[in-house]
Nanobody
Framework: QVQLVESGGGLVQPGGSLRLSCAAS????????MGWYRQAPGKERELVAV??????NYVDSVKGRFTISRDNAKNTAYLQMNSLKPEDTAVYYC????????????????WGQGTQVTVSA
């Protein structure tokens, strides 16, 4: 019914920048919130940033460096990552709470497939 597709990951040197995109598609009625999580090897998945009705929240380790935004017309969220550090290396996952349906409205939280971000010299 609904898919989240991420893009924009890659290899970048410390201090560099990347922008991740997460596009939602399907029988979408409303996207209630969108966020980005990350999971580094051997660590638990953590919430990096979330945007709800225009309000944003970030984990302390990325405040001042990362910016989450949404384009409601495109059902797309972005994560602009600046001043990247090696400790930002992880698989980044998009997550969204979406109301959907053509006849009967339902609500479900979806995950994207993940995109690798590697920060290394």
């Amino acid at each position: 019914q609904v898919q989240l597709v991420e893009s924009g990951g890659g290899l970048v040197q410390p201090g560099g920048s990347l922008r991740l995109s997460c596009a939602a598609s399907g029988s979408i009625i409303r996207i209630n919130d969108m966020g980005w999580y990350r999971q580094a090897p051997g660590k638990e998945r953590e919430l990096v940033a979330v945007i709800i009705s225009g309000s944003t929240n970030y984990v302390d380790s990325v405040k001042g460096r990362f910016t989450i935004s949404r384009d409601n017309a495109k059902n797309t969220a972005y994560l602009q990552m600046n001043s990247l550090k090696p400790e930002d290396t992880a698989v980044y996952y998009c997550n969204a709470d979406i109301s959907y349906g053509n006849v009967v409205a339902r609500r479900q939280r979806y995950w994207g497939q993940g995109t690798q971000v590697t920060v290394s010299a």
